[in-house]
């Protein structure tokens, strides 16, 4: 999987933060977010216990995607600390999301779509486009 051009490596760049009332704002909207992390946590548990059932898909956990270890690094304050779980749950559960949805269509409508773009490459097998016209 290749990674998009703007989500680059911030080692060796410069981090100068914004004005302190920015980062405020900044971190209450990321942090305000996790409400719908947890709701979403909760729809896809739902689905796979639901749809993948129905299915007859494989069901697989969140702990499979989600990778909590750099909270344990000494050289990290609470702050940075909080901000690593944040971001390893965020990044693990939408990984988790993404798989989700990738069975269900593998299970349910394994058709290519008619233009390629980035997060397809489950659709490897899948019929042609122009196979259903």
Aim: charged content about 15%; aromatic content about 14%; some cysteine.
């Amino acid at each position: 999987m290749s990674i998009h051009p703007l989500l680059v490596s911030q080692k060796g760049m410069n981090n100068k933060w914004p004005p302190m009332p920015i980062v405020i704002i900044g971190i209450i909207y990321v942090y305000f977010e996790i409400i719908f992390f947890i709701a979403a946590h909760i729809i896809c548990i739902l689905h796979q216990t639901i749809v993948f059932t129905l299915f007859g898909a494989p069901k697989f956990p969140l702990k499979d995607f989600i990778v909590l270890d750099r909270g344990k690094l000494n050289k990290l304050n609470w702050v940075q600390r909080v901000g690593c779980l944040y971001c390893g749950y965020a990044n693990g559960l939408m990984a988790w999301i993404k798989a989700t949805v990738n069975v269900t269509e593998v299970y349910s409508c394994a058709i290519k779509h008619s233009v390629r773009k980035q997060g397809q490459e489950h659709q490897k097998g899948f019929y042609e486009y122009g196979e259903f016209r």
